[in-house]
């Protein structure tokens, strides 16, 4: 395979170059990639300790002016090793992905969704900003990333306001477990007998709950029946519910008044806006990246995929709630259009100014109220982002 120079260090294959080409990407923003700075946001209540941080990790940090609680780093400093981060006074997540979240507004007192959680960083950071509050539900069709996820929730001790679960996003249908308790309560069905009540999360799970999970992977390995519970927290609203009641769902309407404040559709995508995932293409071998970026059938899959999860997320917010879409693919198909449609098939469905944008280092996308973040542009990794409100009609 050829390889073109893209005026840094790091060769691109030409089948790649072929592919940024035909989406109207400059090749050469991949060429910044050796200056771009490390990004990592404080755990809160670190504030007053920067000194020990910075001595930590042997440099100093520079405040993110538009990004409250987030520092760069120079480029060669490798966050994972550093004392700071392994003991959670730090997160590591690019300052894009953050204004992504920082995007949804949460206040205190949200139910928040996010639909596409896995590994995690967007999550911690709704939990941080959620304090004491809230509710946080996170899914992701991959078990092994959902279950990192768990790990990386454990470890900042921000669990106790969230359940995460497997499941496919284009299909989830629960709604956040402290509505149907407050539901549940004005129905008065607490006075029925209870069997199947959840209790206390433990990691031994019940052999019957283990059980029931082995057998749906085993008939049908390929595809998620029914959301599988993989971690809940103290005050996440599942401990007392039955299993039918955490399990039940309502119909599109109900879901107007007991759906999520917020949602998350961090989507799957080719990741070509991040110079660091395709730059892990020089170790997994460049015709790795000619079978799961470059494919065009593939891509239709993804477009496809990326559409039902927004379309799903959507349907899951209440009224007057907010969703954010957001990949780190910088395409047009993956972004522009799949909004477009979207909002054609969906009319309430408003797409909406992000508040803090005008201070924020990124381009409007070709729609116009969307946002393009560039490592050239923004200093940042790749990011596409567009917010969407639903009116309460429909
Ligand atoms: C861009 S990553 C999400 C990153 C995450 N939001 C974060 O901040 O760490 C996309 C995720 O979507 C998940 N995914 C792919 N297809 C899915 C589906 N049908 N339902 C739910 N999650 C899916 C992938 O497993 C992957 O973890």
């Given at each position: 395979m050829m390889m073109m120079n893209t005026s840094s260090n790091f060769p691109l294959p030409d089948a790649f170059i072929k592919f940024l080409e035909e989406n109207g990407?400059?090749?050469?923003?991949?060429?910044s990639r050796d200056s771009l700075p490390r990004y990592i946001r404080l755990?809160?209540?670190?504030?007053?300790?920067i000194d020990e941080i910075e001595a930590e990790f042997q440099c100093k940090l520079s405040e993110?002016?538009?990004?409250?609680s987030f520092y760069s780093l120079p480029?060669?400093?490798?966050?994972?090793?550093?004392k700071a981060y392994q003991e959670g006074k730090v997160y590591g997540i690019d300052a894009a992905s953050g204004a992504a979240v920082q995007a949804l507004n949460i206040v205190p007192g949200d139910h928040v969704?996010?639909?596409?959680?896995?590994?995690?960083a967007k999550l911690c950071m709704v939990l941080d900003l959620l304090g004491d509050s809230g509710s946080v539900t996170g899914v992701d069709v991959a078990r092994h990333r959902l279950a990192a996820c768990r790990t990386m929730v454990q470890k900042y001790a921000l669990g106790d306001r969230c359940r995460l679960l497997v499941a496919d996003g284009t299909s989830f249908s629960l709604i956040p477990s402290i509505v149907l308790a407050a539901t549940k309560l004005l129905n008065g069905s607490t006075l029925e007998k209870k069997v199947d009540v959840f209790k206390e999360w433990t990691s031994k799970r019940p052999w019957k709950e283990r059980k029931r999970a082995e057998k749906a992977r085993a008939a049908?390995?390929?595809?998620?029946l029914e959301p599988e519970l993989i971690f809940y927290g103290?005050?996440?609203?599942?401990?007392?519910?039955?299993r039918d009641e955490l399990y039940q769902t309502v119909s599109d309407d109900e879901l107007y008044t007991c759906g999520y404040d917020k949602v998350l559709v961090d989507a799957e995508c080719?990741?070509?806006?991040s110079i660091r995932h395709v730059q892990k293409f020089e170790n997994w071998g460049w015709q790795t990246l000619q079978r799961r970026v470059l494919d065009a059938e593939r891509t239709d899959d993804l477009t496809n995929l990326q559409f039902r999860l927004l379309s799903n997320g959507f349907r899951l917010l209440k009224a007057g709630g907010s969703l954010i879409y957001s990949t780190c693919s910088l395409t047009v198909a993956q972004n522009e259009e799949v909004i477009e449609r979207f909002l054609l098939e969906n009319s309430s469905a408003e797409l909406q100014e992000i508040?803090?944008?005008?201070?924020?280092?990124c381009k409007s996308g070709q729609v116009p109220k969307t946002l393009r973040f560039d490592p050239v542009t923004s200093q940042t990794s790749g990011l596409f982002v567009a917010k969407f409100t639903k009116s309460p009609t429909f």
């Open positions: 990407l400059d090749p050469s923003i991949y060429a755990k809160p209540g670190r504030e007053a300790k993110v002016g538009w990004l409250p480029t060669h400093v490798q966050i994972a090793n550093s969704l996010d639909l596409c959680a896995a590994p995690g049908s390995p390929l595809q998620i103290q005050h996440s609203g599942v401990i007392g519910c039955t080719t990741h070509d806006g508040d803090d944008f005008r201070s924020w280092p």
